[in-house]
């Protein structure tokens, strides 16, 4: 197995932070990188008292702290030759928006903002994960899950909703998605209408609802068995000219809108 990345998707409650923090103790010569902290989000209590007004400054934080924290796993891959795992992506963040938006939380202007900024990070065309596992758990499970412990409250409706988005977003590509065959048909058509798929070099899907049948060798393994792939191709596109001054102008800490092209 060479150097890789590893990214986990999946709804809320599907056991992201578990997985990730597994593998990185399960691999060696592996760091975890965790998601941006809702604590840390200095728009995450307003979005509370009034999200129609603030839905948009949260979720834009958001994003752009995945592209730091992405970046940073990038960097770390090179200075210290170890493989990375995430319990998230840049190419995640759109679900939540998309949610916000068809929940009247953010206006078709405000949407449209937010997906300037989508596509200006997108067009930095990121070396992509080696591995992205999408962790599949009935939206019920989810629910009980963190039940209690997310603010607003959330409902099994909204929940449904995500876990239909996650799958237009990594369950299109027929030729590195690999599912279980109980799966097989929530696969979204590559020319359905929704979110464009997540690029990836291989993408896994697993069961996570009922914990009791998990065997975490399993992820492990998966990770172990990942096809090694040209590391310094791969790398090329993040260090290419103008990349490091474009990702700094986008991680400026303003929530100025990216003008629309």
């Given at each position: 197995m060479g150097i890789q990345m590893v990214t986990i998707e999946g709804n809320i409650g599907s056991g992201k932070t578990t997985v990730g923090r597994h593998i990185a103790k399960y691999m060696p010569d592996t760091k975890f990188f965790p998601a941006p902290g809702r604590s840390k989000n200095p728009h995450w209590n307003a979005f509370h008292e009034d999200p129609k007004g603030n839905a948009l400054k949260m979720q834009s934080w958001f994003l752009r702290e995945r592209l730091r924290v992405y970046v940073e796993a990038l960097k770390h891959m090179e200075k210290k030759s170890e493989s990375v795992v995430l319990d998230f992506s840049v190419w995640s963040d759109e679900i939540f928006a998309t949610a916000h938006f068809e929940h009247g939380y953010m206006t078709s202007a405000e949407y449209k903002e937010y997906q300037a900024l989508t596509q200006a990070?997108?067009?930095?065309?990121?070396?992509?994960?080696?591995?992205?596992?999408?962790?599949?758990?009935?939206?019920?499970?989810?629910?009980?899950?963190?039940?209690?412990?997310?603010?607003?409250?959330?409902?099994?409706?909204?929940?449904?909703?995500?876990?239909e988005l996650?799958?237009?977003?990594?369950?299109?590509?027929?030729?590195?998605?690999?599912t279980p065959r109980?799966?097989?048909?929530?696969?979204?058509?590559?020319?359905?209408?929704g979110l464009a798929p997540a690029p990836s070099l291989l993408t896994l899907v697993r069961d996570w609802s009922d914990l009791s049948k998990v065997k975490p060798t399993a992820i492990g393994d998966a990770v172990m068995c990942t096809?090694?792939?040209?590391?310094?191709?791969?790398?090329?596109?993040?260090k290419a000219e103008g990349v490091a001054s474009r990702i700094a102008a986008l991680l400026q800490a303003s929530a100025e809108p990216v003008p629309l092209a």
């Open positions: 990070i997108f067009a930095l065309r990121l070396p992509p994960p080696h591995l992205t596992i999408v962790l599949y758990a009935a939206p019920a499970v989810c629910l009980a899950r963190v039940n209690g412990l997310e603010r607003p409250a959330l409902d099994e409706r909204y929940l449904d909703r995500l876990d996650h799958r237009q977003r990594y369950l299109r590509d027929v030729d590195t998605v690999f109980w799966m097989a048909a929530q696969r979204i058509s590559p020319d359905a209408p096809d090694p792939v040209d590391y310094s191709a791969w790398y090329a596109p993040f």
